[in-house]
């Protein structure tokens, strides 16, 4: 990849022949990149239809007086003609912004587009960027970059396929309004596994960061916290029934060791946890929970 400035990336740039555009789709460019935290597009319009899939990360999108925040597998289109910028949003060194795009245009291509549900007033879909749609962008870029003579015909169906794949439906897919209610879910059902703060972005398909935001603004407290919290008193649980030792508690909540274990005790609840147990056979003393 090529250093930017504000994003290291590769762009390529396609020529489209005579008989492609006698048909009613062509591309014009497409390219991938890893943003960095000065990164910022814009405002400005294209002359075509542009494709922007994010990988990793977050982006905000501006547009038509609307903003936006994007995050892994969503997608948005840059219209004709119609003003937009877009950013880094919540920089994360550790899954910064990537995006993979393909530009085109062509007699059907507004038809194409709002096909499967893409306007200028909502310009994004959500949970789209599906592993056989991430093959088929690599495999145009591909196709992009060998001899256009051999393989136009090969690159008009994939850009066809591309609109196959995405007008189909998700079911499974989490809604933005649902998110929260899928993070609770899946980390009650799981926080015993060791799953960490990481792990529940991936889930939900955002950055982390993104994520925690979203989170303790939602439920006061952050996920990081949610976690502890349900593991602290699934183990206060644990010691009253007696029947584990603190090292087999330890255990099964998903500690890699006692240590570990006993300190976020003793933080969450001011004591450790064999004196938590002890204390427990003196009803008349107060529990410092």
Known sequence: MKDLGHEYADVLFYTPSE???LGGLWPLRTGHNVAKANYSVGPRVIECFSFHFVLSGAVTLSTMGETVTLTKDSMFCLFPDVKHSYWVSQFDSEQPLRLRWLAFTGSQAELLVNRIGLTERKPYLRNKLTAELSELLQGCMQRMNGSQNEG?????????????????????????????????????????EGISVADVAQFAGMNRSHLSSRFKDSIGMSPRDYLIKLRMERA??????????????????GYTDLYTFSRAFGTYYGISPSKYRARLSQPNEMLNE
């Open 19 to 21: 008989f492609e555009k």
């Open 236 to 253: 206060g649980d644990m010691l009253r029934s007696r029947t584990l030792s603190v090292t087999e508690i330890s255990h099964s909540l």
């Open 152 to 192: 136009d015909l090969q690159l008009q169906i994939m850009m066809y396929r591309l609109f196959e794949l995405l007008s189909r439906p998700l079911p499974h897919a989490i809604e933005d309004k649902d998110w929260l209610r899928a993070c609770l879910r899946h980390m009650e059902t799981h926080y015993a």
